[in-house]
Nanobody, 122 residues
Framework: VQLQASGGGLVQAGGSLRLSCAAS????????MGWFRQVPGKEREFVGA????????FSADSVKGRFTISRDNAKNTVYLQMNSLKPEDTAVYYC????????????????WGQGTLVTVSS
């Protein structure tokens, strides 16, 4: 499956952004979807995940209450709504797809998008 992330940009602290990740090539609804982020020189960090149907979602403690992951299977798209952004949220954000829930969480295998840069200014 091919993934194309978009929606990144520059925003002031306290602001909001919505990232999108459009999928193509395979049956989108078969895949668990997730968001990760990475700061240069640091390890990739899990942000959130959503199950195939969207009935289950999980977020990292660092973003809980501020970020919401959702999906629209009719549009083959997963979203990450980011509110109350902080400078420490600055990173390249990647979407990922995996048939296996546990593998998605661990960032193992699956398919990955190219990343979109989010910069939060103080």
């Amino acid at each position: 499956v091919q993934l194309q992330a978009s929606g990144g940009g520059l925003v002031q602290a306290g602001g909001s952004l919505r990232l999108s990740c459009a999928a193509s090539g395979r049956t989108f609804s078969n895949y668990n979807m997730g968001w990760f982020r990475q700061v240069p020189g640091k390890e990739r960090e899990f942000v959130g995940a959503i199950s195939q149907s969207g009935s289950s979602t999980f977020s990292a403690d660092s973003v809980k209450g501020r970020f919401t992951i959702s999906r629209d299977n009719a549009k083959n798209t997963v979203y990450l709504q980011m509110n109350s952004l902080k400078p420490e949220d600055t990173a390249v954000y990647y979407c990922a797809a995996n048939l296996v829930w546990r593998a998605l969480w661990s960032g193992t295998g699956g398919y990955w998008g190219q990343g979109t840069l989010v910069t939060v200014s103080s």
